[in-house]
Nanobody, 125 residues
Framework: QVQLVESGGGLVQAGASLRLSCAVS????????MGWFRQAPGKEREFVAA????????NYADSVKGRFTISRDNAKNTANLQMNTMAPEDTAVYFC??????????????????WGQGTQVAVSS
């Protein structure tokens, strides 16, 4: 059973940075593409960023391009999301997800097989 555990959420001021981590266990980590999604109150869950299993390909939502960076450490079985120049509209619960079938950085929620429980991120103005 693959398990994902997010960490690193918190409350920050606008313009600040935050780094989220996702620890994965239960299977060979490099076989999975990893994605980050977020869900703000009253809104649907949306794609944020994704990275391929070998780390060579990434994908970003337009709203975070140039501010957020996704990375992974296949030796440590972790995926990370570095968030810079944060804004109040980044406030949401952030989820990491793992995709086994293709290993490509897909943007669709339905593409992902396993999900973490989420970590809260709040950005004050």
């Amino acid at each position: 059973q693959v398990q994902l555990v997010e960490s690193g959420g918190g409350l920050v001021q606008a313009g600040a940075s935050l780094r989220l981590s996702c620890a994965v266990s239960g299977d060979t980590f490099r076989n999975y593409a990893m994605g980050w999604f977020r869900q703000a109150p009253g809104k649907e869950r949306e794609f944020v960023a994704a990275i391929s299993g070998n780390g060579r390909s990434t994908n970003y939502a337009d709203s975070v391009k140039g501010r957020f960076t996704i990375s992974r450490d296949n030796a440590k079985n972790t995926a990370n999301l570095q968030m810079n120049t944060m804004a109040p509209e980044d406030t949401a619960v952030y989820f990491c997800a793992a995709e086994r079938r293709s290993g490509f950085p897909r943007t669709g929620i339905v593409s992902y097989d396993y999900w973490g429980q989420g970590t809260q991120v709040a950005v004050s103005s």
